[in-house]
């Protein structure tokens, strides 16, 4: 069984030389949105129906990815603390033979989802908000699927390019999400030559890169003569060589801060005898660098002496 932490040492060669570098690139994406309303429709049976039912859903705030409309779908549960029945109806099928009234039935679905598309909510039912219901989603309830035969029954019940029973409907223009283009950096590989390319690398909890020619700053000062002759001990480590030692910088990071630092030197402005005065957003940028200069700027498990 292989332990959770590991010290090795990794020496690499690469037949040629390469260097990171960015590209821009056209990227087409279909954005994700929330579903605002879940409209579920049911029949009490295929074999004798009598009963048609409506349920609208709203969603009252979003859950994580549940209601994304690339998440969202026929068998995703509606949550109770999260979305509200608005709205319900009952309407009894008045068609003489059990045809008749599955037609009858998936006529009025179609009928109510087109409404629900194209108007406003309370053009479609009064007592509805005077709003679109859009994003929507529309589905058979549970019971429905579940029947047998359910299938036939749902191929009927198609709107627009939606098809089966169940979709997706966008906005009262687009029942589609129309897809975005945009231009973005990617990272890439950029050959720079045909000369071999070597990596040298050191993995540990601790690094140290000790020089017994150091003589020591402020005080601190590796006792090499201390140390074990032929292979350091964790209590050389922990004792003698880590406490004497430096932590190292992220240069990058020590570069962000003196770029800022000679932004506001040279664009503070003052009249003759007034104070300089500087950039509040500059200044509170700079504070923010500074205040996070230990946890950023400073890796203390890398050490030098």
Do not use: W
Not at 60 to 71: I, M, N
Not at 89 to 109: D, G, V
Not at 259 to 272: A, C, F, K, P, Y
Request: hydrophobic share 35%; charged share 25%; glycine share 4%.
């Amino acid at each position: 069984m292989y332990s959770k932490k590991h010290s090795k040492l990794s020496l690499k060669k690469f037949p040629t030389t390469v260097k990171l570098d960015k590209k821009v690139i056209e990227e087409t994406t279909v954005p994700s949105v929330e579903i605002k309303h879940v409209f579920e429709y049911g029949l009490d049976s295929l074999t004798s129906p009598a009963l048609l039912t409506y349920s609208l859903y709203r969603i009252e705030r979003a859950e994580g990815d549940r209601y994304k409309s690339d998440v969202f779908g026929i068998n995703t549960l509606l949550n109770s603390e999260t979305s509200k029945l608005i709205y319900t109806e009952t309407i009894t099928l008045t068609s003489a033979t059990t045809s008749e009234k599955l037609q009858e039935a998936y006529i009025q679905i179609r009928d109510f989802i087109s409404k629900l598309d194209r108007d406003k909510m309370n053009v479609t039912v009064a007592s509805l908000n005077d709003e679109y219901c859009h994003p929507l989603y529309f589905r058979p309830d549970t019971n429905l699927r579940l029947q047998p035969n359910s299938k036939s029954f749902l191929e009927n019940v198609t709107y627009l390019d939606k098809t089966n029973g169940f979709g997706f409907l966008y906005s009262q223009n687009s029942p589609d999400i129309q897809p975005e283009t945009k231009r973005v950096e990617v990272p890439y590989l950029r050959k720079i030559s045909e000369t071999d390319q070597s990596f040298a690398a050191i993995t540990a909890d601790q690094i140290m890169y000790l020089s017994t020619n150091s003589s020591g700053t402020d005080g601190k000062q590796v006792d090499f003569g201390a140390l074990n002759k032929y292979e350091y001990t964790q209590e050389d480590y922990i004792m003698r060589i880590l406490p004497n030692t430096f932590s190292t910088v992220r240069g990058e990071k020590l570069i962000e801060i003196l770029d800022l630092m000679t932004l506001i030197l040279l664009n503070h402005v003052h009249g003759i005898i007034t104070p300089p005065k500087y950039f509040q957003s500059t200044m509170d940028e700079l504070k923010r660098l500074i205040s996070r200069a230990k946890q950023d700027m400073v890796n203390a498990s890398i050490r030098i002496n």
